[in-house]
């Protein structure tokens, strides 16, 4: 087994046994899996933890892409391995249910992998291993529970994750406890400093008045939100019109205009001061709106229409005819605001009708960077967005992932068949994510596992893990790094599902060109 890269730097991977033959059975099947499986957690291992390291990636038609997401590595990696595409799965279950942790699950369920390769070579059966596996699961996902606090959100403050945190607070349901993401728009413009992200109360759309002439700001915006086309209606190509004389040319001219005339008119009639639509007009259209004072925004995208529509509390209009006053979405201020020098403008819509849609609005020197924070921010709005359904939480660091392997190993003892191996073996697997941790951050792992994992015992402390950013105390509840209870022990039970769903295949065919 051996780990390529591509032309384009992307990771691929070797398996040599599968060259020669289509079909592995029993053990060597295993471990070819097994293989496959911890060369994808052995790549995202080392971008793990606040010191990890960034990957570069460059998609076929030359995107470059910088992140340590562990979703969005493997996104990205294009792997060919089934066994590979499961770890991938994986992530992305995670990234589903959670939002976050999602290369940490990869590490665990690579750190099983290798443990239960282990105990297949010292004769174990894999199903045993499986079954001690989920019995060990159990007990950590207990354990978690066991040394969960609660946490008040609204504790949360840094920069970003204030951010991430405000926006969450102003559109969660708290009585319901429901929060729905799609409420917070994610906007980024290449320019100014991270810094300058902000949250906006309202709806930021990267468009600007059709024409430049129109108000750059509008007071008490009655706004047509239209995805029906805003032109006269142009003739089918299969019908023909003759047209031999001047006169006719410019009746028909005359009649197109007098129509779209009559629209602007009937838009004015239902009382819209400003007209969104999805689709363009041309600059005839375009002089007429602003010689007739009706702003206009075209080429708006159906999403963001639709969150437009939800803010301003209006709706959407897909024929024309149907444009009544009760439809108008309204917004107590609409402005364009221009950035830098540059031509570059941007529609801010607020004071919203329904204030419950907002903008994050990121800022950040290179398309790379507004893009890797826009990852990061969806994280923390996944954070938040937990924390508001349950705000159970555990350490981080490694320190949950330490006094769960200490739980486990105890629970070893009480269990007299072949599977205490297994659950042994489990305890050492978690002991991964502290290790990576650590190396992560240039300390030596195993000194500081044990230092770690001894304070956890002799000073019956779950708090204590990895100090990767030299904090000069490894207490996470002092350094105040968390994570939610139920991010921590979906990783557990995602990792060990398909460690066992790996474990458990014996027989792997391919189709005989491999
Ligand atoms: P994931 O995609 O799994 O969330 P991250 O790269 O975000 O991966 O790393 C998360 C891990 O790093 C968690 O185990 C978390 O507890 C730990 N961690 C985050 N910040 C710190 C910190 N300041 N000190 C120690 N550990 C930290």
Same mark, same amino acid.
């Given at each position: 087994m051996a780990l390529a890269f591509d032309e384009y730097g992307r990771p691929f991977i070797i398996l040599r046994e599968q060259e020669k033959k289509s079909r592995l059975q029993g053990l060597d099947a295993q471990k070819a899996n097994i293989a496959a499986g911890k060369s994808v957690a052995r790549i995202l291992r080392t971008s793990l933890g606040p010191k990890g390291m960034d990957k570069m990636l460059q998609s076929p038609d030359g995107d470059v892409t910088i992140t340590n997401d562990g979703a969005t590595i493997l996104e990205l990696m294009d792997v060919d391995n089934q066994i590979a595409k499961l770890m991938v799965e994986l992530s992305r279950s995670q990234d589903y249910d959670i939002g976050d942790g999602t290369t940490g699950v990869v590490v665990l369920a690579g750190s099983l992998l290798e443990q239960a390769e282990k105990l297949l070579e010292r004769g174990i059966h894999p199903i045993r291993i499986a079954e001690g596996y989920e019995m060990a699961s159990r007990i950590a996902v207990d354990h978690l529970e066991s040394i969960s606090t609660k946490y008040d959100v609204s504790r949360w403050k840094r920069s970003l994750a204030e951010i991430a945190v405000k926006a969450v607070l102003a559109v969660a349901d708290l009585e319901r406890k429901d929060v729905n993401l799609d409420l917070i728009k994610v906007e980024g413009k290449v320019g100014g400093k991270l810094e300058d992200t902000e949250l906006v109360q309202g709806i930021i759309v990267d468009k600007d008045m059709?024409?430049?002439?129109?108000? &750059?700001r509008i007071e008490d915006a009655h706004i047509a939100i239209l995805?029906?086309?805003?032109?006269p209606p142009k003739p089918k190509t299969k019908h023909k019109v003759d047209i031999d004389t001047v006169e006719k040319f410019q009746t028909l001219r005359g009649q197109e205009q007098k129509y779209f005339d009559d629209m602007v008119q009937k838009c004015k009639d239902v009382g819209a001061t400003l007209v969104i639509c999805q689709w363009g007009f041309d600059d005839e259209a375009n002089h007429l709106l602003m010689q007739r004072e009706l702003p206009a925004v075209r080429w708006v995208g159906g999403v963001e229409l639709e969150l437009i529509a939800i803010a301003t509390g209006g709706r959407i209009v897909p024929r024309f005819q149907e444009l009544t006053t009760e439809k108008l979405g309204k917004a107590g201020l609409v402005r364009e605001k221009s950035f830098g020098t540059t031509k570059d403008r941007m529609l801010y819509i607020e &004071?919203?009708?329904?204030?419950k849609a907002v903008t994050i609005f990121i800022r950040g020197g290179n398309k790379m960077m507004i893009e890797e924070t826009k990852r990061s921010i969806h994280d923390a709005l996944c954070v938040a967005r937990n924390l508001i359904i349950n705000n159970s939480i555990v350490y981080g660091g490694g320190s949950a992932e330490i006094s769960c392997s200490i739980a486990v190993d105890a629970a070893a003892? @009480?269990?007299?068949?072949?599977?205490q191996y297994a659950i042994r073996a489990f305890a050492d697997a978690l002991d991964a994510i502290p290790l990576a941790l650590a190396e992560n951050s240039g300390l030596p792992p195993i000194d500081t596992l044990t230092v770690v994992k001894s304070q956890h015992v002799k000073e019956?402390?779950? @708090?204590?893990?990895?100090d990767c950013n030299d904090v000069g105390t490894n207490d996470m509840k002092e350094q105040n790094v968390f994570e939610t209870l139920i991010g921590k022990q979906q990783q557990i039970l995602l990792a060990t599902q398909v460690v066992k769903m790996i474990l458990k295949i014996d027989d792997v065919i391919t189709p005989s060109e491999y």
């Open positions: 059709s024409h430049p002439q129109m108000p &750059k995805t029906c086309p805003f032109e &004071k919203c009708a329904n204030s003892d @009480r269990h007299p068949g072949v599977e019956n402390n779950s @708090r204590c893990g990895i």
